[in-house]
């Protein structure tokens, strides 16, 4: 906690999980989060070991932040932090998160018995992020990269609408319809995918 206790500490980690991210790019994702106060989790973060500044090379050259192998290992903490947190009655799928917490979130509500019985790769456009996941036997890997060749696609401009259909019941052809959503390639491996994942029932 002496870590990664301070508010906003973790979920900074959380942004950072899928690779190196501009500061532009993290605080884009933290609403709320001021400058001043993103700027001293972030140095308060390195001087821990958890993170690292590295310079793009050209013509990028642009400073990032990335995880170390030690902030990298925090990944099943934010998993546990997140299945306490959908165990609670006032937890609402619905509410507005950003893609990586999307994808942090299957990895942590993955039914684990479905995974040897699907194969392919799906993509996720959600705005300006892309990442594709590869289920199979030894887990559900979700990088940072091009969905081209992906036999299935979903894209949205939130994450929120993808969540709204796994996690809340919102029919898919309603999000298709009402908000926006697009499913290419396989729809059958989509639904299959989708239908992999499920908070746990409430405690409270």
């Known amino acids: 906690m002496e870590l990664i206790g301070e508010r906003w500490s973790l979920l900074i980690v959380r942004e950072l999980m ?8 993290i605080r884009a994702n933290l609403p709320g989060i001021s400058a001043k106060v993103l700027t001293e989790r972030l140095e308060s973060l390195e001087q821990s070991g958890v ?15 990335e995880l170390t ?3 990298y290992a ?7 932090a997140g299945r306490w947190a959908a165990q609670s009655s006032a937890h609402d799928p619905t509410l507005p998160l950003s893609a990586a917490s999307l994808m942090l979130s299957m990895r942590a509500m993955v039914d684990r018995a479905m995974l040897p019985g699907l ?3 799906v993509g996720f456009v959600i705005g ?3 990442f594709v996941a590869e289920p199979g036997p030894g887990g559900l890997p979700i990088r940072r990269g091009d969905v081209q060749g992906a036999d299935a696609v979903f894209l949205a401009n939130d994450a929120a609408i993808i969540a709204g259909g796994i996690y809340a019941g919102v ?3 309603d999000l298709e319809r009402e908000a926006g959503l697009v499913i290419e ?9 989708v239908a992999m994942f499920s908070l746990p029932p409430p405690l409270t």
């Open 74 to 80: 925090a990944e099943p903490l934010i998993q546990e």
């Open 18 to 25: 899928f690779g190196g991210r501009r500061f532009s790019d």
């Open 128 to 130: 300006e992020e892309r």
């Open 171 to 173: 029919p898919w052809a």
């Open 185 to 193: 390639g396989d729809r059958d491996l989509a639904m299959r995918y």
């Open 119 to 121: 194969r392919g790769r």
């Open 51 to 65: 993170l690292v500044r590295r310079r793009l090379p050209p013509p990028a050259s642009a400073q990032v932040y």
């Open 69 to 71: 192998a030690f902030g």
